[in-house]
């Protein structure tokens, strides 16, 4: 309680003039109202009783025409949430059209997860895409012992990076992550599979991207489900997960321990209460550090997540380093610059270890954050994050690929990589035994669906695509390509649609592991 106290205190003080005009909004409301004593007489006569019944009628007509999407009933049906996509030109747009009431009696009721019909043959269906992995057949040499680190950075957006950007003049800072990237595996498109935390931990350790709702506060969140310390863990392998907040703290102890961590420590199990930032979290400086020490203990081979927390809002760094980085135009760029330095400071200690060399270390953003550049600004651009493979001394994990990835392929291609060899379900792809031909990244935000493929973007509404757009060629998505790319534009549909469809079927179904 005191912790969303002090939230909720420090939000009206940012927000100073929202509170204060809130106030006075109510106020006038207060000196307005007053009970009105009329002593006029309403003449209850024919004429009144007629005029009356003529002025319900049409309003009768008019509200059921409104509802149902037009007042000669021309639609058919009632309005609904994609109905807002008919007055908007890009998705982030739609909340500007929608409102609470509206939202909440549409919703009220209804299961978070349609069920499609796309496909009537699920033989057909798995043929064009299916989420269960099984063994490739692919000859890859195997490493004996792998242990795995996966690093999820709060808000750490593509935007911010010098080595990813040459659209965007004000960048470059996370130095030290660019300088890891320039020793691992990344690639030229990369994406988060929601615009949330718990989107975040979703996609990247259960292969699971965000439709409709996020997984962890749907109705599907007693689902079984796996993850990828889950699979491990039947294998072999040790597994934990550390974030420096309350265990409470957006249930993320609860949902990692659900999707197969064993051991999930948190602040109530860190014992120095001076590296608390007094808000709600340890320093990430002092976190990553107890992290590395915690790793060196644990036995092998380990798989472990973290989740940082300083670069989240209020964008709080600890009062020593107030003038140790630089003023960027954005609240967040110097918590960033915090962050990717208690990063470095990580990795030089692990490097002292001697399971550092047998490790593979994963690095994402959960989300992106704030933007001071347009062309993140786009559907394309809120959804870009780094994700980097490192590894120190295989050199498969090198270079920068032009190819797209995305948060949901992690699990398959850590799991690919040890040697996995069990059936699992995952929605994304193993990036080290799959080409640029099998590339392709999922999101959903306001009501559509967006799928991108090859240099295509297609956005989809459940019924029907919307917006078609090289975003490779059109950085702003500014010149809708719809019906101009048929067999693209149709291929892609398809594929697109097989994704959702089964995505639905095995939330609603209980269908997210394989049992054995």
Same mark, same amino acid.
């Given at each position: 309680?005191?912790?969303?106290?002090? *939230?909720?205190?420090?939000?009206?003080?940012?927000?100073?003039?929202?509170?204060?005009?809130?106030?006075?909004?109510?106020?006038?409301?207060?000196?307005?109202?007053?009970?009105?004593?009329?002593?006029?007489?309403?003449? %209850?006569?024919?004429?009144?009783?007629?005029? /009356?019944?003529?002025?319900?009628?049409?309003?009768?007509?008019?509200?059921?025409?409104?509802?149902?999407?037009?007042?000669?009933?021309?639609?058919?049906?009632? *309005?609904?949430?994609?109905?807002?996509?008919? %007055?908007?030109?890009?998705?982030?747009?739609?909340?500007?059209?929608?409102?609470?009431?509206?939202?909440?009696?549409?919703?009220?009721?209804?299961?978070?997860?349609?069920?499609?019909?796309?496909?009537?043959?699920?033989?057909?269906?798995?043929?064009?895409?299916?989420?269960?992995?099984?063994?490739?057949?692919?000859?890859?040499?195997?490493?004996?012992?792998?242990?795995?680190?996966?690093?999820?950075?709060?808000?750490?957006?593509?935007? %911010?990076?010098?080595?990813?950007?040459?659209?965007?003049?004000?960048?470059?800072?996370?130095?030290?992550?660019?300088?890891?990237?320039?020793?691992?595996?990344?690639?030229? $498109?990369?994406?988060?599979?929601?615009?949330?935390?718990?989107?975040?931990?979703?996609?990247?350790?259960?292969?699971?991207?965000?439709?409709?709702?996020?997984?962890?506060?749907?109705?599907?969140?007693?689902?079984?489900?796996?993850?990828?310390?889950?699979?491990?863990?039947?294998?072999?392998? %040790?597994?934990?997960?550390?974030?420096?907040?309350?265990?409470?703290?957006?249930?993320?102890?609860? /949902?990692?321990?659900?999707?197969?961590?064993?051991?999930?420590?948190?602040?109530?199990?860190?014992?120095?209460?001076?590296? $608390?930032?007094?808000?709600?979290?340890?320093?990430?400086?002092?976190?990553?550090?107890?992290?590395?020490?915690?790793?060196?203990?644990?036995?092998?081979?380990?798989?472990?997540?973290?989740?940082?927390?300083?670069?989240?809002?209020?964008?709080?760094?600890?009062?020593?380093? /107030?003038?140790?980085?630089?003023?960027?135009?954005?609240?967040?760029?110097?918590?960033?610059?915090?962050?990717? $330095?208690?990063?470095?400071?990580?990795?030089?200690?692990?490097?002292?270890?001697?399971?550092?060399?047998?490790?593979?270390?994963?690095?994402?953003?959960?989300?992106?954050?704030?933007?001071?550049?347009?062309?993140? /600004?786009?559907?394309?651009?809120?959804?870009?994050?780094?994700?980097?493979?490192?590894?120190?001394?295989?050199?498969?994990?090198?270079?920068? &690929?032009?190819?797209?990835?995305?948060?949901?392929?992690?699990?398959?291609?850590?799991?690919?990589?040890?040697?996995?060899?069990?059936?699992?379900?995952?929605?994304? &792809?193993?990036?080290?035994?799959?080409?640029?031909?099998?590339?392709?990244?999922?999101?959903?935000?306001?009501?559509?669906?967006?799928?991108?493929?090859?240099?295509?973007?297609?956005?989809?509404?459940?019924?029907?695509?919307?917006?078609?757009?090289?975003?490779?060629?059109?950085?702003?998505?500014?010149?809708?390509?719809?019906?101009?790319?048929?067999?693209?534009?149709?291929?892609?549909?398809?594929?697109?649609?097989?994704?959702?469809?089964?995505?639905?079927?095995?939330?609603?179904?209980?269908?997210?592991?394989?049992?054995?």
């Amino acid at each position: 309680m005191i912790m969303w106290g002090g *939230i909720i205190g420090i939000e009206f003080f940012n927000h100073w003039y929202l509170t204060l005009a809130g106030i006075l909004f109510v106020f006038i409301l207060w000196k307005c109202y007053r009970k009105v004593e009329s002593t006029d007489t309403i003449p %209850y006569g024919k004429k009144y009783y007629i005029l /009356q019944t003529v002025q319900l009628l049409i309003g009768i007509w008019f509200i059921i025409g409104g509802i149902r999407g037009g007042l000669g009933f021309t639609k058919g049906r009632p *309005i609904s949430g994609r109905t807002a996509k008919d %007055y908007i030109t890009r998705p982030l747009e739609a909340n500007l059209v929608m409102n609470t009431p509206f939202s909440v009696m549409r919703t009220m009721g209804k299961k978070t997860f349609p069920v499609y019909e796309y496909f009537t043959d699920r033989k057909q269906m798995e043929r064009i895409y299916s989420p269960v992995h099984t063994l490739d057949g692919l000859e890859r040499g195997v490493p004996d012992t792998c242990n795995v680190v996966i690093l999820l950075m709060e808000g750490f957006g593509r935007e %911010y990076s010098g080595l990813l950007n040459t659209s965007c003049k004000e960048t470059g800072y996370m130095p030290f992550l660019d300088s890891l990237m320039q020793q691992s595996l990344t690639f030229q $498109y990369s994406f988060a599979n929601g615009r949330s935390s718990i989107d975040g931990l979703a996609a990247t350790f259960s292969g699971l991207p965000m439709f409709i709702e996020s997984f962890y506060s749907s109705h599907a969140a007693l689902n079984l489900i796996s993850s990828v310390a889950g699979e491990l863990k039947n294998v072999g392998y %040790y597994t934990s997960f550390f974030h420096g907040a309350k265990k409470v703290s957006l249930g993320i102890s609860s /949902q990692m321990r659900a999707s197969g961590f064993a051991q999930c420590l948190a602040l109530e199990d860190y014992d120095n209460p001076e590296h $608390y930032d007094g808000h709600w979290e340890i320093w990430d400086e002092e976190y990553l550090q107890y992290f590395s020490k915690q790793l060196s203990v644990q036995p092998e081979p380990f798989i472990s997540g973290i989740f940082t927390l300083t670069s989240h809002h209020p964008f709080r760094i600890p009062a020593k380093y /107030q003038n140790r980085f630089k003023e960027g135009s954005l609240p967040i760029h110097k918590s960033i610059q915090y962050t990717d $330095y208690a990063l470095q400071c990580f990795f030089e200690s692990a490097s002292k270890e001697p399971w550092f060399e047998r490790t593979l270390f994963v690095i994402t953003g959960d989300h992106t954050n704030m933007s001071a550049c347009d062309v993140y /600004q786009t559907d394309k651009g809120r959804f870009e994050v780094p994700i980097v493979f490192y590894h120190p001394t295989d050199t498969i994990f090198r270079g920068v &690929r032009q190819e797209i990835a995305q948060q949901i392929d992690i699990m398959p291609t850590v799991l690919g990589y040890v040697g996995y060899d069990r059936p699992y379900i995952a929605f994304g &792809r193993d990036l080290l035994t799959t080409g640029p031909e099998d590339n392709f990244a999922v999101n959903y935000q306001n009501g559509v669906y967006q799928y991108f493929k090859d240099a295509y973007l297609l956005q989809f509404d459940g019924e029907q695509v919307i917006a078609f757009y090289n975003f490779v060629e059109d950085e702003m998505l500014k010149q809708n390509l719809l019906g101009k790319y048929p067999l693209i534009q149709q291929r892609m549909e398809e594929h697109l649609k097989a994704i959702v469809q089964q995505y639905m079927e095995r939330m609603n179904g209980n269908e997210l592991v394989i049992m054995r």
